[in-house]
């Protein structure tokens, strides 16, 4: 292979940064909904979309959803080791939300079909894919309701701890307040077990 076409491969292969116009990609899954990039803490994926192409406020080095893998084409014979596969595909492209579902989901499986090594299995893959897992707090003015959205997905109501789990990479979150035309957005750069806190601010509509 000679150099250019040595560099054309790498380039097309790694993507453009976060940080330029191109909104974070999801894969593809056979679980219902664990393509969303975000999901209230606690709780299963929520359904999501791959959002709007956006400009970030803040540098983003290159990540693993940059790839134009998808996941979810394996041979496995049980469903539950299928989903197993696809969790950990999902995890190593940076996607630990939908990874942490189809562990969820793989787990629960395995204990009803009485299958030990599976469970092990499971167990190891949540641990592995909420270790990368960001937590995103959102805090605003007392009593004040919201209902927010990452990257254009589907909309969530505010969470009973303001807590919400997030894939790490280039992320849109937009807060609206209930009853009004006033939104809050941040356009962040998230890191993989980040812990991070937005102090929401809502502004009208220019």
Do not use: W
């Amino acid at each position: 292979m000679s150099g250019s076409t040595l560099s054309l491969a790498l380039a097309l292969a790694v993507g453009p940064l976060c940080g330029c116009s191109h909104p974070p990609r999801s894969s593809s899954s056979p679980a219902a909904g664990s393509s969303s990039a975000a999901r209230p803490a606690g709780s299963t994926p929520a359904a999501g979309s791959s959002g709007p192409r956006f400009s970030l406020d803040e540098p983003c080095e290159p990540t693993a959803t940059d790839h134009h893998f998808e996941c979810g084409a394996n041979s496995a014979s049980e469903l539950y080791d299928s989903l197993l596969l696809d969790g950990d595909c999902q995890d190593q492209l940076g996607h630990p939300v939908a990874a942490h579902g189809l562990a969820q989901e793989s787990l629960r499986l395995a204990i009803e079909d009485h299958d030990p090594n599976a469970a092990k299995r499971a167990r190891e893959l949540l641990a592995r894919s909420q270790a990368h897992l960001v937590t995103v707090k959102l805090t605003t003015a007392v009593g004040v309701g919201y209902s927010v959205a990452f990257d254009g997905g589907k909309v969530l109501p505010a969470a009973a701890n303001n807590e919400y789990e997030a894939d790490p990479g280039a992320r849109e979150i937009v807060v609206r307040m209930l009853g009004s035309d006033r939104t809050y957005r941040a356009r962040v750069c998230l890191h993989p077990g980040e812990k991070r806190t937005l102090a929401v601010t809502f502004t009208p509509p220019s």
